[in-house]
């Protein structure tokens, strides 16, 4: 009898408390990429097609009420490979949090880094072939960290528009930096020898941002969509390396024709940091500097049509006066978007790695479909 009034009140209990139900959602973006091999000499060049996912994942998140002002969040996102092909399932941002709607939110997992949120900004080919066309590809910044604490502000509003800060604190729990899968580690143990912070103003017209990392872990000299099997200019030539950064970056996107025309811009500096499982040849490397120019045109008599065009370059440089390392990438493409949710793509862009006497060439021809849920 007391089991039955138990369960009863239990079942009452339940009946009578409502919790807000989670949101699935995600994206998955194939294209098909040309991608045709300039070898070095004595090695046959070739006609290479490849399928690639482009940033697929699938996500899980929640705003629980808990009063008038606090609400419990959280959110996770696996990606996965749309081609088949690699390991499934790698983590994306995944975090718990509490958030009140007058001192901001704070999060507890792991999460991209206030200064490569400022990239989606203006990286207008963010994603495409693979994450190499972007400024993944030839970039220091673009780094997901594991083990973090983050602070997001509430807007500041002005008359004109908005400002915000974003903050995150790291810790490596007593190891060296690492890729991990889909989130890197930092070096050290306290939380805080690691951090990155953001300060962006966010209007209809113009929006701006400027970031800092510290000690965060990236990739110095990157190959962007070089698909050579024997290539002019080698990692071991340029000095690739994976090590912590200090970075310094900045971002504009200016909105004009009544937001049919977006500008772009972004400007960036990186040092190494000395930190436990820097790669060797982080050593030498002096700094790194980069910067974007990009334009998109939504066609005002043609809303589904949009025509962009972006021109990125990184120059990095040496300690022991070797040549300077650059990457300069340039694309342009068009969408058509049927809805909000599917847009089919094309693209053409052309990469060129320099480094003294050495060069390789790499163009690329494709399209693609995004659809998001």
């Given at each position: 009898?007391?089991?039955?009034?138990?369960?009863?009140?239990?079942?009452?209990?339940?009946?009578?408390?409502?919790?807000?139900?989670?949101?699935?959602?995600?994206?998955?973006?194939?294209?098909?990429?040309?991608?045709?091999?300039?070898?070095?000499?004595?090695?046959?060049?070739?006609?290479?097609?490849?399928?690639?996912?482009?940033s697929?994942?699938?996500?899980?998140?929640?705003?629980?009420?808990?009063?008038?002002?606090?609400?419990?969040?959280?959110?996770?996102?696996?990606?996965?490979?749309?081609?088949g092909?690699?390991?499934?399932?790698?983590?994306?941002?995944?975090?718990?949090?509490?958030?009140?709607?007058?001192?901001?939110?704070?999060?507890?997992?792991?999460?991209?880094?206030?200064?490569?949120?400022?990239?989606?900004?203006?990286?207008?080919?963010?994603?495409?072939?693979?994450?190499?066309?972007?400024?993944?590809?030839?970039?220091t910044?673009?780094?997901?960290?594991?083990n973090?604490?983050?602070?997001?502000?509430?807007?500041?509003?002005?008359?004109?528009?908005?400002?915000?800060?974003?903050?995150?604190l790291?810790?490596?729990?007593?190891?060296?930096?690492?890729?991990?899968?889909?989130?890197?580690?930092?070096?050290?143990?306290?939380?805080?020898?690691?951090?990155?912070?953001?300060?962006?103003?966010?209007?209809?017209?113009?929006?701006?941002g400027?970031?800092?990392?510290?000690?965060?872990?990236?990739?110095?000299?990157?190959?962007?969509?070089?698909?050579?099997?024997?290539?002019?200019?080698t990692?071991?030539?340029?000095?690739?390396?994976?090590?912590?950064?200090?970075?310094?970056?900045?971002?504009?996107?200016?909105?004009?024709?009544?937001?049919?025309?977006?500008?772009?811009?972004?400007?960036?500096?990186?040092?190494?940091?000395?930190?436990?499982?820097?790669?060797?040849?982080?050593?030498?490397?002096?700094?790194?500097?980069?910067?974007?120019?990009?334009?998109?045109?939504?066609?005002?008599?043609?809303?589904?049509?949009?025509?962009?065009?972006?021109?990125?370059?990184?120059?990095?440089?040496?300690?022991d006066?070797?040549?300077?390392?650059?990457?300069?990438?340039i694309?342009?493409?068009?969408?058509?978007?049927?809805?909000?949710?599917?847009?089919?793509?094309?693209?053409?862009?052309?990469?060129?790695?320099?480094?003294?006497?050495?060069?390789?060439?790499?163009?690329?021809?494709?399209?693609?479909?995004?659809?998001?849920?």
């Amino acid at each position: 009898m007391k089991t039955k009034i138990a369960a009863a009140i239990a079942l009452s209990l339940l009946a009578g408390s409502t919790f807000a139900a989670p949101t699935f959602y995600g994206e998955i973006d194939a294209s098909v990429d040309y991608l045709p091999e300039d070898n070095k000499s004595g090695t046959p060049d070739k006609d290479v097609v490849e399928v690639s996912s482009n940033s697929s994942y699938l996500g899980v998140k929640g705003d629980e009420k808990l009063n008038d002002r606090l609400s419990a969040v959280y959110l996770a996102e696996w990606a996965f490979n749309a081609d088949g092909e690699g390991s499934d399932w790698s983590a994306r941002n995944r975090y718990v949090g509490l958030k009140d709607a007058k001192l901001g939110t704070v999060k507890v997992g792991a999460h991209d880094t206030p200064l490569k949120q400022l990239s989606s900004v203006v990286d207008t080919f963010n994603n495409y072939v693979n994450n190499k066309a972007d400024i993944t590809g030839i970039m220091t910044g673009e780094t997901r960290l594991a083990n973090v604490v983050v602070y997001e502000s509430p807007a500041l509003t002005l008359p004109t528009g908005a400002i915000k800060l974003n903050a995150l604190l790291a810790t490596g729990e007593d190891s060296g930096i690492a890729k991990g899968n889909g989130a890197s580690k930092s070096a050290g143990r306290g939380l805080g020898d690691t951090w990155s912070a953001s300060l962006v103003y966010d209007s209809p017209v113009f929006v701006a941002g400027v970031a800092y990392d510290k000690a965060v872990p990236t990739t110095f000299a990157g190959r962007g969509i070089a698909n050579a099997s024997a290539p002019e200019v080698t990692s071991g030539v340029a000095g690739t390396a994976f090590a912590a950064a200090n970075t310094l970056r900045a971002i504009g996107r200016l909105n004009v024709l009544d937001n049919s025309l977006a500008l772009k811009a972004l400007y960036q500096t990186s040092e190494v940091e000395a930190a436990n499982g820097n790669e060797a040849a982080a050593a030498n490397i002096d700094d790194s500097q980069g910067w974007l120019v990009g334009a998109e045109y939504n066609i005002p008599s043609a809303k589904a049509w949009t025509i962009k065009a972006q021109y990125s370059a990184n120059t990095t440089s040496f300690k022991d006066n070797s040549d300077d390392y650059d990457a300069d990438q340039i694309i342009a493409g068009v969408d058509y978007a049927f809805s909000k949710q599917v847009k089919l793509y094309g693209y053409g862009g052309y990469l060129t790695l320099e480094q003294g006497n050495n060069e390789t060439k790499q163009p690329v021809v494709g399209t693609g479909l995004e659809f998001k849920f």
